[in-house]
C-alpha cells in the first residue's frame, strides 16, 4: 500500500496521503520519520488523505493502535481527509487515543482542512 509523507510548513505538518490497505511494513516506514519530527518539533500537526483506503490488515492495526498509544499526546491536531462515511467514523473512533484535536474533512473541504492546520502552525 502506497504511504506518501512530506512536509509542510517546515516540517511542523506532516502529511500523510494513504491509499490501499496498511500494511505492518508500512508503519517501519512512517516511524522513524514521525519521531524525528517529534523530537525536532515537540507536538505536530498532521494531515491524514485517504484515497481509495480499504483499512488495515490485522498486523497493522495492531502497530496503528501501539503507535497511538505511545504518541498520545504528540500529535496536537490531526486533519482526516477522506472520501467514505466509515472512513469520518475512524475520526471518531481513534479520539479517545489521543490528545489530539481530530476532525474530519470530506475530500472536496481539504482546503479547509489545511487552513484549520495552518491556523494553529
Known amino acids: 500500500m502506497p504511504v506518501t509523507l512530506t512536509e509542510?510548513?517546515?516540517?511542523?505538518?506532516?502529511?500523510?496521503?494513504?491509499?490501499?490497505?496498511?500494511q505492518k511494513?508500512?508503519?517501519?516506514?512512517?516511524?522513524?520519520?514521525?519521531e524525528r519530527r517529534v523530537g525536532q518539533y515537540g507536538k505536530l500537526w498532521v494531515l491524514l488523505n485517504l484515497h481509495d483506503f480499504h483499512g488495515w490488515?490485522?498486523?497493522?492495526?495492531?502497530?496503528?493502535?501501539?503507535?497511538?498509544?505511545?504518541?498520545f499526546s504528540a500529535?496536537?491536531?490531526?486533519?482526516m481527509v477522506g472520501e467514505k462515511k466509515w472512513q469520518q467514523s475512524i475520526?471518531?473512533?481513534?479520539?479517545?487515543?489521543?490528545?489530539?484535536?481530530?476532525r474530519y474533512f470530506d475530500h472536496e473541504d481539504e482546503a479547509e482542512a489545511r487552513k484549520w492546520l495552518q491556523l494553529s502552525a
Open 91 to 102: 475520526a471518531t473512533f481513534c479520539k479517545p487515543f489521543t490528545k489530539a484535536d481530530v
Open 57 to 71: 490488515e490485522r498486523d497493522a492495526a495492531w502497530e496503528d493502535l501501539k503507535h497511538g498509544l505511545a504518541h
Open 75 to 79: 500529535i496536537e491536531r490531526l486533519a
Open 25 to 34: 511494513a508500512d508503519y517501519a516506514n512512517i516511524e522513524p520519520e514521525f
Open 8 to 22: 509542510e510548513h517546515g516540517g511542523k505538518v506532516l502529511h500523510l496521503d494513504v491509499s490501499g490497505k496498511m
